[in-house]
């Protein structure tokens, strides 16, 4: 009736089902990278919420066809006997598509308000997670690591949704996004239990364990400040020998710096004694988060004890909507030469990224290039 051939169906999907698992990824790659643009947008938490009702569909059509639910039976009607098993076979592939692209747009909105230095350990677990995510279609095939994933996913999107929706941040908003996270499997365990009672022994053991694991783990990286500082994310930050608000902007003055800069790991700023340096950073925070306060750590890396010695710590409000974010400035007097680091860090000391450089005293000012921000 319907004009389908299972056994060639089968065929063309066992003959490309790599390519199929490794092409989705690293295309739902580029597209998040090139079309979520800022995590308080509409848009891009659209896309989010379809890729976890995917997941959750691909979730329920496994199991439900692998507990014998919704096979159908051969004297049942025939439309339900044959339509599960193409769903089913290709429900692994949804799971994959959707947690891939989950993975992939969470890693794009982390890597974007992270100090690798500082958040390193939490996106090298996405990006493993990313990359892992195309050898895993054997283990879609089980219940326990399917929801396991779907959890983790969960909770890490709440962690920058909800900060978003109540237009605060901090730790009672965290333990919020974990509250909700719970409450919103504990439901879909609820209805999995419902529909499939056989997962009713393994939702007791296996998933709570794994549930309970991550949840452990999240709240174990976001109290030791591994966690980036989401929904804040840094998008400029530079030292200058001068920086003035001006109408409409701010005015900088900074060394004339050679093409191949970008290729050193630091810059050199020479300094006239007893001149100030002065470190700019633009920090974006979505328009309905209320004002909220970053700190300019600056440091100084005492070579003798082989450590960085905290300096001054400059605390400053910003306030969010700017697309390149919320800029403001801090200065620093008496800089002896050496080397320094400033770290745009939350009132936790959550850091969102960092700036080093070199001081060399010089007696004469270097030329100077200006520009308006």
Excluded at 212 to 237: D, Q, T
Excluded at 247 to 252: K, L, S
């Amino acid at each position: 009736m319907f004009g389908f051939d299972k056994e060639k169906f089968q065929y063309i999907f066992d003959r490309y089902e790599r390519w199929a698992f490794s092409g989705s990824m690293l295309l739902g790659f580029i597209v998040d990278s090139l079309t979520l643009t800022r995590i308080d947008l509409l848009f891009d938490n659209l896309v989010l919420f379809f890729y976890l009702a995917v997941a959750v569909v691909g979730i329920v059509i496994t199991n439900l066809y692998d507990t014998g639910v919704w096979r159908g039976t051969p004297d049942g009607v025939r439309l339900l006997h044959r339509i599960p098993s193409y769903a089913r076979m290709v429900s692994p592939f949804l799971m994959q598509y959707a947690f891939g692209g989950l993975l992939s747009g969470f890693f794009v909105f982390y890597s974007r308000g992270a100090s690798f230095s500082a958040s390193g350990l939490f996106l090298a677990l996405l990006f493993g997670l990313l990359v892992g995510n195309e050898f895993f279609r054997t283990r879609y095939q089980q219940f326990t690591f399917q929801v396991s994933i779907l959890f983790f996913v969960l909770y890490s999107y709440m962690i920058f949704f909800i900060p978003i929706v109540v237009g605060a941040m901090g730790a009672w908003v965290f333990l919020a996004s974990g509250a909700v996270s719970i409450g919103g499997m504990g439901f879909l365990l609820y209805g999995f239990s419902c529909l499939m009672p056989t997962t009713r022994q393994q939702l007791r053991t296996a998933v709570a364990g794994s549930i309970g694991g991550i949840f452990l783990v999240m709240n174990a990286l976001y109290f030791l400040n591994i966690l980036p500082p989401l929904p804040l994310s840094l998008k400029e930050a530079e030292v200058y020998h001068e920086v003035r608000r001006v109408a409409g902007g701010y005015r900088v003055m900074g060394e004339d710096q050679p093409w191949y800069a970008f290729l050193l790991p630091r810059k050199t700023v020479h300094l006239i004694p007893g001149n100030p340096v002065y470190f700019y950073s633009a920090v974006f925070a979505p328009t309905r988060l209320a004002q909220t306060r970053i700190i300019h750590h600056w440091q100084y890396f005492d070579e003798k004890k082989d450590a960085w010695i905290s300096r001054s710590r400059i605390e400053f409000p910003i306030a969010g909507g700017r697309d390149g974010g919320y800029r403001g400035y801090s200065q620093k007097t008496n800089v002896e030469p050496g080397l320094w680091r400033v770290r745009v860090e939350t009132t936790r000391g959550q850091v969102l990224g960092q700036k080093s450089f070199w001081v060399e005293r010089v007696a004469e000012s270097p030329a100077l290039v200006e520009q308006i921000f």
